[in-house]
Nanobody
Framework: QVQLVESGGGLVQAGGSLRLSCAAT????????MGWFRQAPGKEREFVATIRWRSGTAYSAESVKGRFTISRDTAKNAVYLQMNSLKPGDTAAYYC????????????????????WGQGTQVTVSS
């Protein structure tokens, strides 16, 4: 069974930085993409960033462009999210997600098209 294990969340002041990590352990699959979504209290889960596993092509939401960078380490089955210039509006639970290559279909920006999920890590940005 696949487990996505996240780390790196925490409390930071506005303007600060955090780096989230996510590693796939257990019975891993060949992945099409791995990415990050977030969910703030009372809001729906939203796309943050994702990266194609083979090519390394990255995509990010407009709200985080220029501030967040997604990267991957294929040897470690890991994906990272470097978050700079954090704002209070970035406060949310951040979830790592993986899309298996064998069943990949649909847009990368919809959480319904991802197969495996981490437990979430909280990011809180104070003003």
């Amino acid at each position: 069974q696949v487990q996505l294990v996240e780390s790196g969340g925490g409390l930071v002041q506005a303007g600060g930085s955090l780096r989230l990590s996510c590693a796939a352990t257990g019975r891993t699959f060949s992945y099409d993409a791995m990415g990050w979504f977030r969910q703030a209290p009372g809001k729906e889960r939203e796309f943050v960033a994702t990266i194609r596993w083979r090519s390394g092509t990255a995509y990010s939401a407009e709200s985080v462009k220029g501030r967040f960078t997604i990267s991957r380490d294929t040897a470690k089955n890991a994906v990272y999210l470097q978050m700079n210039s954090l704002k209070p509006g970035d406060t949310a639970a951040y979830y790592c997600a993986a899309r298996r290559a064998i069943s990949a279909s649909g847009t990368l920006f919809d959480d319904k098209n991802y197969d495996d999920w981490g437990q979430g890590t909280q990011v809180t940005v104070s003003s």
